[in-house]
């Protein structure tokens, strides 16, 4: 572990002890605020910088704006991804950045507390209850109602799904709602959306055309992931040539990571952007997504691409895609014969 990380480990161990006790959701006092038109500014903490987490917030966004249609809404996030991925909402006002490695810029990241600290919302929510820096904002953030993201064991008994990190938010600031006045809400909970435009769906269908030159549908892999999430190169090539056999019919285009590799030696077609946009405009020209647990497999979710998630590590319950006949496979306790069973099931439907 280099000195960076040694630092990070004992700062989250820091803070979180430091912040542990910080706020309880405040259920007083809900007089006057039972019409969703008095709410007006909302203040959401997600000071985190990863492609998937920011991703995942999408439908906590898209349940606020449908809660209060007239609100705006300002994000408080880490590094400089939000603004691409919130390009298409209307309702986000203001999007408070926090510096990537906040320590190398003090006074950059005080100057962020300072403006979370000099504005007024009706509403703070935050995200993450495990995240320090989301709980101190939200906490010396100026509102009358604020949600540190608690879930309480009515939730857990009631949904299934609630372990999933962008739908516990939901469950929970839907029950803080109802307990500070607000009518019961049940209704279904809102994909991950990248909210991408006629425009740039079209570009997304022109660049696969480019790279395949035929009219069969594409289905497209993307072998990369971190740490003991990435498959080896043997696993992806047993796999590859395997979907190969099986869909013959289908164009298969890989997706590149930034660090432009492939676990398949390049075999298939192969598509390289570093901009976050015109990846999922690609992928979602695809009639399937196919790849391990990573920023780029919630981006294929966010497409509103079916999604096949390949999960080795017990997180499944917790980063599943889901809805647009999305699935995830615990590679574990399945085998390749499983694996084309479902992603054949998905293409039927297409």
């Not at 990435?230 to 590859?240: D, I, L, Q, R, T």
């Not at 056999?245 to 298939?268: C, D, M």
Request: net charge positive; glycine share 4%; hydrophobic share 35%.
């Amino acid at each position: 572990m280099d000195l960076l990380k040694t630092i990070n480990v004992y700062r989250r161990k820091i803070t979180k002890g430091l912040t542990k006790n910080i706020g309880n959701s405040n259920f007083k006092h809900n007089a006057g605020f039972r019409d969703s038109d008095k709410i007006k500014k909302i203040l959401i903490s997600r000071p985190n910088h990863r492609l998937g987490n920011l991703l995942l917030i999408t439908p906590l966004v898209q349940e606020v704006v449908a809660t209060f249609p007239n609100c705006e809404i300002d994000l408080y996030v880490k590094g400089g991804l939000a603004p691409i991925i919130f390009k298409n909402y209307e309702n986000i006002n203001c999007i408070i950045e926090l510096p990537k490695k906040p320590f190398k810029n003090i006074v950059e990241y005080f100057n962020v507390w300072i403006k979370i600290k000099r504005k007024q919302y009706e509403i703070v929510i935050n995200v993450d209850e495990n995240s320090s820096s989301g709980r101190l904002s939200t906490q010396l953030a100026n509102a009358k109602y604020k949600y540190f993201g608690e879930i309480d064991n009515d939730i857990q008994s009631k949904y299934k799904d609630h372990e999933h990190i962008a739908k516990y938010p939901i469950y929970g600031f839907r029950d803080f709602l109802n307990k500070i006045g607000f009518k019961k809400n049940d209704n279904k909970i809102p994909s991950l959306n990248l909210k991408l435009s006629a425009a740039e769906e079209s570009e997304g269908r022109k660049i696969i055309q480019k790279l395949v030159n035929n009219n069969k549908k594409t289905i497209s892999v993307f072998t990369f992931a971190t740490d003991d999430k990435c498959y080896s190169e043997f696993w992806w090539n047993e796999f590859y040539n395997r979907l190969k056999t099986e869909f013959k019919e289908y164009n298969i285009i890989e997706v590149l990571p930034v660090e432009n590799v492939s676990q398949i030696g390049f075999k298939a077609p192969t598509f390289y952007s570093k901009d976050i946009r015109e990846i999922g405009s690609v992928i979602a020209g695809t009639a399937v997504f196919i790849g391990a647990d990573s920023g780029i497999m919630h981006l294929a979710n966010a497409s509103q691409t079916p999604t096949v998630g390949l999960f080795s590590r017990a997180n499944k319950k917790k980063y599943q895609p889901y809805n647009n006949d999305s699935q995830a496979i615990n590679t574990n306790n399945t085998d390749i014969n499983d694996w084309i069973k479902i992603i054949d099931s998905i293409l039927l439907k297409k």
